[in-house]
């Protein structure tokens, strides 16, 4: 069977001894960074109480680290960094824009409801 | 990388438009288009989970409380076993994405070894959450319970191991002066929630009656989940003798059910309903796509050891279930900040 796969753009992503070296030793460092941000973590979410009253600003960075893992997850290991910026986008835009929208609508709706219980009783 | 637009190729094979629009093979893109999908998927479940968690507040679980074992080592780690089954997800990555760096420099060696390392990494992750899940579905000694003014509290603390059960009133199978050794915990949990136990005797299964035999408990905790008339969600007891007395009031009640021991898809011990049933859905939903991940990266292993891409010129291949994997670890960077940071 003839594969509609079009293989330049599979070769395409080829490269030499030397730019691999470059490339792990990016690799590397990525790892050391996602390692470094789960220990922060981990340390905050085991020692800083959720009664405490810093934790609104601790909660916030966990979402800040945890998006900042993801980019570097995705630009990096996926290379979608360095794809074409149409299809960066075509992939990003989208999935990014329902999700603010599910988010918000899903948060105000949990409100209402909250509030339905608080008030008439579960 | 991109590959160069300007390029130009025989028409018929770009459905007659002569550059790809976005330089990509076929295969990756599709790959992509499935990974948007199933990141929907995921982002739905876990906005889900927020939805339900927002309006529930302070019955909610909170992670360091729920997950703070450690296999051999006991209770008291709050969120290391976690963390461990993270760092192993993202250094399977990371050989992921070597194995994928290897193949691009035609480096069949390089993506065989990589590739092994990744399904190694996979299968430890797979093996900690069953390991993970055990833990939940089993619970904790204390379990949950529910006082005597109706609130519900989860119990921390040190129980006393129970050395014995010595038989003090003959039964279907056991005599009187019988000691029993094996099973303990179990049949103490079962009498528990039958509430077949008192003051320190217990109603064995076969109608026997036991003394037990058990070292003290230490350090107990009551924090209270669900309100009472007395106590409120929230609240917490810590002072040891009070915490103790309102826990084995409860028990030595004679009502059952008063003490909720593990999860199931009905009731556990760590929170509201939805709560168990949130952490099997995703938590399980995740796990299947690892060990689908792992399956499809020893097939492309196979692959690769046989030298099929190598002939083919390139190892596309490695890329694109590459792609499906850091996807797995993706999704898993989101579910450990929701599930159990945040």
Do not use: C
Request: a negative charge; zero cysteines.
């Amino acid at each position: 069977m003839e594969r509609d796969d079009v293989i330049e753009y599979s070769l395409d992503t080829h490269h030499s001894e030397e730019h691999g070296k470059l490339i792990r030793k990016k690799i590397w460092k990525v790892t050391a960074l996602l390692t470094v941000i789960t220990a922060i973590e981990v340390l905050l979410g085991a020692y800083i109480k959720q009664s405490s009253d810093i934790w609104q600003v601790v909660k916030w960075s966990f979402i800040a680290m945890t998006l900042l893992k993801a980019g570097y997850i995705v630009l990096v290991f996926m290379h979608l960094g360095e794809e074409k910026k149409t299809l960066r986008y075509i992939i990003l835009v989208p999935y990014f824009l329902f999700m603010l929208y599910l988010i918000f609508i899903a948060l105000t709706e949990a409100l209402a409801v909250g509030n339905a219980l608080e008030t008439y009783g579960v | 990388m991109a590959g160069d637009t300007s390029k130009q190729m025989d028409a018929s094979t770009l459905w007659g438009g002569k550059v790809s629009p976005f330089s990509t093979s076929y295969g990756k893109l599709m790959m992509w288009f499935f990974l948007v999908s199933d990141a929907l998927t995921f982002g739905g479940l876990l906005i889900a989970y927020g939805f339900t968690r927002h309006d529930a507040q302070d019955s909610w679980p909170i992670g360091e409380e729920t997950f703070n074992s450690m296999p051999f080592l006991g209770h008291g780690y709050p969120l290391l076993y976690v963390a461990l089954m993270t760092f192993i997800l993202i250094i399977s990555s990371v050989t992921m994405v070597l194995a994928v760096e290897a193949g691009h420099r035609m480096d069949k060696k390089g993506v065989v070894k990589w590739m092994i390392a990744t399904i190694i990494g996979g299968f430890f992750f797979v093996g900690s959450q069953a390991w993970e899940w055990s833990h939940f579905i089993h619970g904790s000694e204390f379990g949950k319970v529910e006082l005597a003014d109706g609130a519900q509290a989860i119990v921390k603390g040190h129980f006393g191991e129970i050395k014995n059960f010595t038989v003090t009133e003959a039964g279907f199978h056991h005599k009187k002066g019988d000691v029993i050794k094996d099973d303990l915990m179990h049949e103490f949990q079962h009498a528990v929630v039958a509430g077949k136990i008192y003051n320190g005797t217990i109603t064995l299964h076969d109608g026997s009656k036991a003394k037990i035999i058990k070292e003290a408990d230490e350090h107990m905790e009551l924090i209270v989940k669900k309100d009472g008339l007395k106590h409120k969600a929230g609240d917490k007891i810590t002072d040891h003798k009070l915490a103790r007395k309102l826990y084995y009031d409860a028990i030595y009640s004679g009502e059952a059910h008063t003490v909720i021991y593990g999860a199931n898809l009905e009731e556990n011990e760590y929170g509201p309903q939805q709560y168990g049933q949130f952490f099997f859905f995703i938590t399980g939903f995740h796990g299947f796509h690892v060990f689908s991940g792992v399956m499809i990266n020893i097939i492309i292993l196979l692959g690769a050891i046989s030298g099929k891409y190598h002939k083919r010129g390139h190892y596309e291949m490695v890329e694109k279930t590459g792609l499906y994997w850091h996807f797995v670890d993706l999704v898993w960077v989101f579910v450990f900040t929701f599930f159990y940071l945040v």
